[in-house]
């Protein structure tokens, strides 16, 4: 995957941009030519037979005592205060700065909730937890990780975290990423692929990626979901009313045109798209049906007719399009059915729909890597490699649907292919070597998400 960074104008990105290892170039007749460049390929990149190898470029990432974050490199000899993101220090005179910070952790994380506990995920979430809170700044900009490219916002991403904190019950802090995402907002509503953590802007010309705006409403609708009384969900709507605005406007008219369908854009695959995806148009349904609630607490009744009437009219254009197979493009066959399925389904919709579940499942079995993991989608090349946020997402789904058996068993594989120092990185090669960055949030945030589910249930309302 090309870096994070700065690119070739030929290149583009697979799934979150995160990575080192090549580029994916559009053949001029269209589609995708897959490409592998750099880093080390072990064998053969052809379709079922590459097996590309990757370096884990960090084990976690650990705050020194002064608070600073220091990623940990292979090789690192260093050691982490037990349970705690802090980096123990080898100079006597810095052990009680270490020890201090270590008694903050634990204090943040006794202000809320750790799911898991004493159980097999409780170590797991515990470091999940403290992984957002490391890369969590005070002005509310979640990176994505802490390795120079993946140090940006992706709004995608900051509303996973969101809702992960807001669920544990670290609400300011929630409602602090979502601020940044207001303050970085244009007028227009639609959010670029990343923004700066300092908030001044896209670090490149990336381009915008529709699915953020639905993102941002559901995240905004879930935190405000958390809090305990109308009144004080009725002021935090107040205080995000913006967000709420721009990205309601901007979800309705890309659905304004007769066929109610959003227009083409990329997604969480981030590559160029010259189709409408279910990556971006799930969201946004998603998004409008958050809207709709965010509108009703707000006391805005006409908001709230305006998101529920555009809902209905996407899910009906969402149905005529992808139903019943629901692969990637609209009327796509089986074989490209991708991760994007989960967004049709809780957390992040009212209900199951059967069809639905069934197509996800399918995609499950046709994304599973030999290693045990899942790839983003089903016409993903066959490099060996598993991604640890679709992988996480999945675990997520099956939780909210009540399959504690195939919850466990992703979980179960998360927590055995994390790194030496318990962070959880974004690729598993082929031999079950954790790969990339560690941590990364996105997947940190649907771990937490589902244990959380499989503990007490989470749901939309």
């Known amino acids: 995957m090309p870096t994070r960074g700065d690119r070739p104008p030929d290149a583009v990105h697979p799934p979150g941009g995160r990575g080192a290892e090549g580029t994916v170039t559009r053949r001029a007749a269209g589609g995708l030519a897959l490409a592998v460049v750099g880093a080390a390929v072990a064998g053969a990149v052809g379709y079922g037979r590459a097996r590309l190898s990757l370096p884990l470029l960090s084990r976690a990432v650990l705050l020194d005592p002064d608070g600073s974050p220091r990623p940990v490199a292979p090789g690192d000899d260093v050691e982490a205060v037990p349970g ?73 991403d900051s509303a996973f975290v969101a809702v992960a904190l807001a669920r544990t019950g670290h609400l300011e802090q929630a409602r602090a990423v979502l601020a940044f995402l207001q303050r970085v907002q244009p007028e227009d509503g639609l959010f670029q692929a990343r923004y700066r953590p300092d908030a001044s802007g896209p670090p490149d010309g990336r381009g915008i990626q529709l699915d ?24 935090a709507a107040a205080g995000l009313r913006e967000l709420t605005r721009r990205s309601t406007d901007a979800a309705l008219r890309a659905i304004a045109s007769p066929s109610a369908l959003p227009p083409a854009s990329s997604d969480y695959w981030e590559v160029p798209e010259e189709e409408l995806t279910l ?117 997520l789904t099956a939780a909210c649907l009540g399959d504690r ?24 090669l082929h031999d079950g070597e954790p790969a990339s960055t560690a941590p990364l949030t996105w997947t940190a945030a649907c771990v937490v998400l589902a244990v959380l589910a499989l503990e007490d249930g989470l749901s939309t309302r």
């Open 212 to 235: 953020g705006v639905g993102w941002a409403l559901w995240a905004t609708a879930e935190v405000l979901g958390q809090l305990p009384s109308a009144s004080e969900r009725e002021e």
């Open 405 to 428: 058996g195939a919850a466990a068993g992703w979980l179960g594989w998360l927590d055995r292919h994390r790194t030496d120092l318990g962070a959880l990185p974004e690729k598993v």
């Open 84 to 156: 705690t993101r802090v980096l123990w220090p080898r100079d006597p005179a810095r052990r009680p700065a270490a020890r201090r910070l270590a008694a903050r952790q634990r204090e943040w994380l006794a202000a809320g909730r750790v799911p898991g506990g004493s159980g097999p995920y409780g170590p797991m979430v515990r470091l999940a937890l403290l992984d957002l809170h490391v890369l969590l700044s005070d002005t509310g900009a979640s990176v994505a990780g802490w390795d120079p490219y993946w140090r940006y916002v992706w709004p995608r």
């Open 279 to 395: 990556g971006t148009a799930a969201p946004l349904l998603a998004g409008l049906r958050s809207s709709e609630r965010i509108h009703t607490w707000a006391r805005d009744a006409r908001g709230a007719a305006g998101a529920r009437h555009g809902a209905g009219r996407l899910d009906a254009a969402l149905r005529d399009a992808f139903a019943p197979v629901y692969a990637r493009h609209p009327h796509g066959p089986a074989r490209t059915r991708d991760a994007a399925l989960s967004f049709l389904l809780p957390p992040f919709a009212p209900a199951a729909d059967p069809r639905v579940v069934a197509a996800w499942r399918d995609s499950a079995v046709r994304m599973r890597r030999p290693n045990g993991g899942l790839a983003p989608g089903a016409g993903w090349p066959r490099d060996g490699i598993a991604w640890t946020p679709q992988t996480s997402l999945y675990a």
